[in-house]
């Protein structure tokens, strides 16, 4: 199975489940064409809920109509668990079809249909995206396609049921995102002081359990190398599900807790709330061991999570990097080994080091202060812009991408950091997470583009070791020029999509789908504080635009390389 690029997320979704129930019953009756108009309140009552109907087989159905109905009492089946769609199986494919093991949702074109001469369905969509059994979602490349063969028999009584099918289900967008949310997973820094998050889609209303469940399990192995977990080994929950009353999640976990120390039984308690915390109805949480509250003779710590930018951003005009406040330019010092400023990056506010900046192409240079001149830290051939990570290492590399970034902190000490999957590549930017667990990689192969996410593998001190193995995100772009990160589980990528040939920025999701903001002509350079509302981006005219409603001001002119921290 292959699946689509995503184009939505702009309607509200009790609006998408309304819409969900009249395009399901608009395949079993008409709608009326003629009479009175009536005033109605499309919006239900504060606790009432829109249900999607399903219908059994109807006595005589042809083998295609027979796979039509199963397909429709799937996109109802979150209300009946889904046993109404069972009814259109038979033999030993009734009881093992396995709905929860994957979801196929294909886009609003219509799903269409071919059957053999011995009955059997084959039934073929444009995909969207799919979600795997552990709630992690992919989002398709552009036109791939979804085929479901279903294989048909005859009862005894004559009736076409289906005996054979994949497990999963298919469901429209409108489906998907009336009874799927996302969530957050949050595990933890290697230094254990920021939370790392990992995007988990479940249905609604099994949400609290799923959490918990794959929490314990533990992270994606894409992610494992980056992030460690305070949930002891062997840990599960000591119950089937966790309980959500008034507010209140119970979750009651085996007795491998009582083991740990108190600062480890504190962090894990950390995870559990603020993993459940991504969950509207769930206001506290309540950590059990057999039935008795866990005891946490510690106070739960305060966790770094999604830290928020501040500061204003730096530019350079008038050949020197300068901050840039928003209404006035503040040159920062002059350095005198820095002729030609290019790409300028600055720590963190709670971290070592001065701004850096590209001289010319090939060379990394850190801006002085009152008390020196700066100093050159790295030279390379056509160096990527530079990205500084929260424990102060500086992160570049050569375009022609040789298997190795470069990072160095503030006093001149260099690490190779190990990333054999660029070999070859032609590396157009490399940021790093705000809690320095991930890296975003946009590179072309062949002239084709990538957006990838990696985890950082640092030792004991921080420094960092080696990229791990990447994944590919923002399949739905056919170009991509470079990225920053928006928040702890967003990066706002400069690129293409579908059949839109102008340069836009895309949001895209770790885990999640790709939304589109307006174009911005001549884009070459993004970057953003806390939240897609304070993306900048540069134009290769020099000029600068900020987020304003749902489309973009001017904001400056005769600047270029905008940077917020990071």
Known sequence: MTTAPTRRRVAARLAAAVTAALLTAAGCVSLPDSGPVNAADP???????????????????????????????????????????????????????????????????????SQAEDGAVRASAVADASVDAQGRYTEASPDSVIELDFTLARTADGQWRIVDLDDGILVSPVVFEAQYDQYKLYFLSPDGEALVPEARWYPDRSASTLIVRHLLEGPSPWLAGGVTTAVPTGTRLGEDSVTVAEGVAVVDLTSEPLAADPAQRALMVAQIQESLRTVAAVQTVDVRVGGSRLPVEVETPQLLRNPYVTGNPLVVAEGQVQHFTGSELLPLPESAIVDDPHSPALPYDDSAGRPVVLDGTDRLVRLPSEDDGGALLL???????????????????????????????????????????????????VRISRDGTRAVVVRRNNDVAH??????????????????????????????????????????VLGTSGGEPAVAVHLVTIGGPTTDLPPVADATRLTAATGDRTILVGTGTGELYERNGLGWTLTASDVRDPAYPG
């Not at 990570?389 to 570049?396: E, I």
């Not at 193995?469 to 706002?492: H, I």
């Open 451 to 492: 957006v990838e996410v990696a985890a950082v593998l640092r030792d004991a001190d921080s420094r960092p070791l080696a990229l791990g193995d990447p994944v590919r995100v923002g399949e739905a772009l056919t170009d991509a020029l470079t990225a920053t990160w928006v928040d702890e589980q967003t990066v706002g």
């Open 379 to 429: 030279t390379g051939s056509n160096l990527i812009p530079p990205s500084v990570d929260r424990h102060g290492w500086v992160w570049t590399t050569p375009r022609a991408g040789d298997g190795r970034l470069r990072a160095v902190q503030p006093n001149g000490v260099v690490t190779e950091v190990d990333a054999s999957w660029l070999e070859g590549a032609q590396v157009l930017a």
């Open 43 to 113: 919006v239900p009552q504060a606790g009432s809920s829109v249900a999607l109907l399903a219908y059994g087989p109807t006595p005589d159905a042809t083998a295609n109509q027979i796979v039509q109905g199963f397909l429709r009492a799937v996109a109802a089946g979150a209300g009946d668990e889904f046993a109404v769609a069972r009814e259109y199986l038979a033999g030993p494919a009734a009881e093992t079809w396995n709905p929860r093991a994957q979801v196929r949702v294909y886009t609003a074109r219509d799903i269409t249909y």
